[in-house]
C-alpha cells in the first residue's frame, strides 16, 4: 500500500511555544490531505481538509488560527499548533487519499505533551 | 447528523476463538464503509471497503460484512498477533469525509 510518512512521532513542548507536524506522501501524490486528532479511546476526530495550493477547510468548532495548515506542494502537509496549552495534548493523525476509490492511508501519527 | 457506533468497546478472546465485531451507522448517504487497524500509539491500517449491502471482503482470518444499517468484523480463529483496535468508518457520498466509531479493542491471548 501507500506510504505516508509522518513526522515526529513524539514531541514534549513548553506551554506557549508553537510546534509542526509534517505529513509527506513518500510514493505518491497526494493533492489533498487531512488531520485528525485522538483522545484516549475516543474516536478519530477530523479536524481540517488540506488542498494543495489553497487554503484548508476546518471543521467546525476547531481554530483555524491555533491550528494551522499549509499543503504548500504534492507531496507535504504540515500542522502548526501555534501557542500550546496542555489540552491541546493528543494524538494527531494525517492521512492521504489514494487511487481511484479514494482509500484513506494513514501516518504513523504524532503523540503530543505540552507541559 | 452522521452516527457510528461500535460494539462491544472491548473483546478479550483465546486463540482460535471466533468472534464478530459490529458497528451500526447511520449516515446521509453511504458512498463506504471502511474498516481500519490500529495497533496502540500508531495511524490506522487500511484493512476493507464496502460499497454496498450484501456486499463481503475477506482478509487472511478477517471478513467484513455490510448490510444497510450495520457491518460486521468476523474474526476466524484469531491468534496473538491480530491483538489491536478495530475502527470502522463511514464516508459520505456528498463531500467523501470521513466519520470513525470509538473502536474495538481485541484482545487475543495465546
Known amino acids: 500500500g501507500a506510504v505516508v510518512s509522518q513526522h515526529p512521532s513524539r514531541v514534549i513542548c513548553k506551554s506557549g511555544t508553537s510546534v509542526k507536524i509534517e505529513c509527506r506522501s513518500l510514493d505518491f501524490q497526494a493533492t489533498t490531505m487531512f488531520w485528525y486528532r485522538q483522545f484516549p479511546k475516543q474516536s478519530l476526530m477530523l479536524m481540517a481538509t488540506s488542498n494543495e495550493g489553497s487554503k484548508a477547510t476546518y471543521e467546525q468548532g476547531v481554530e483555524k488560527d491555533k491550528f494551522l495548515i499549509n499543503h504548500a506542494s504534492l507531496t507535504l502537509s504540515t500542522l502548526t499548533v501555534t501557542s500550546a496549552h496542555p489540552e491541546d495534548s493528543s494524538f494527531y493523525i494525517c492521512?492521504?487519499?489514494?487511487?481511484?476509490?479514494?482509500?484513506?492511508?494513514f501516518g504513523s501519527g504524532t503523540q503530543l505533551s505540552v507541559l | 447528523e452522521d452516527q457510528v457506533t461500535q460494539s462491544p468497546e472491548a473483546l478479550r478472546l483465546q486463540e482460535g476463538e471466533s468472534s464478530s465485531l459490529n458497528c451500526s451507522y447511520t449516515v446521509s448517504g453511504l458512498r463506504g464503509l471502511f474498516w481500519y487497524r490500529q495497533d496502540p500509539g500508531k495511524g490506522p491500517e487500511f484493512l476493507f471497503t464496502?460499497?454496498?449491502a450484501g456486499e463481503e471482503k475477506e482478509k487472511e482470518r478477517l471478513k467484513a460484512t455490510l448490510t444497510k444499517k450495520e457491518s460486521f468484523l468476523h474474526i476466524t480463529a484469531p491468534k496473538p498477533e491480530d491483538s489491536a483496535t478495530y475502527l470502522c468508518a463511514v464516508q459520505r457520498s456528498n463531500d467523501y469525509k470521513l466519520s470513525f466509531g470509538a473502536g474495538t479493542t481485541v484482545t487475543v491471548r495465546a
Open positions: 464496502l460499497y454496498s
Open positions: 492521512s492521504a487519499e489514494v487511487g481511484v476509490d479514494e482509500k484513506l492511508f
